[in-house]
């Protein structure tokens, strides 16, 4: 079982950055595809990012591609979204996620609680 734990949310003003982390309870080095999800009220959980530790490949949605960037620390075992421009319509829940397959969808095996992040206009 991998417990995951996010942190770095916050308030943020349009223009501005946040750099999200996420703390996995084991080793997911060489295991498991790692991504970022968001879900804003009212809407379904939309893919941001993942990185594959094995090959570190990185993809990300067309919406915050050149603007955000998803890395690892393996010693930490840790994984982050550096987040640059943020605009008013990404404020959300933004989830940590953790699975077998490098997917751009929803099917991860382990979520973490979420962080909220709200960008103000």
């Known amino acids: 079982q991998v417990q995951l734990v996010e942190s770095g949310g916050g308030l943020v003003q349009a223009g501005g950055s946040l750099r999200l982390s996420c703390a996995a309870s084991e080793r997911t080095f060489n295991t498991y595809a790692m991504a970022w999800f968001r879900q804003a009220p009212g809407k379904e959980r939309e893919f941001v990012a993942a990185?594959?530790?094995?090959?570190?490949?990185?993809y990300y949605a067309d919406s915050v591609k050149g603007r955000s960037t998803i890395s690892g620390d393996r010693a930490k075992n840790t994984v982050y979204l550096q987040m640059n421009s943020l605009k008013p319509d990404e404020t959300a829940v933004y989830y940590c996620a953790a699975g077998r397959y490098l997917v751009r969808n929803t099917n991860y095996d382990y979520w973490g609680q979420g962080t909220q992040v709200t960008v103000s206009s």
């Open positions: 990185m594959n530790w094995g090959a570190y490949n990185t």
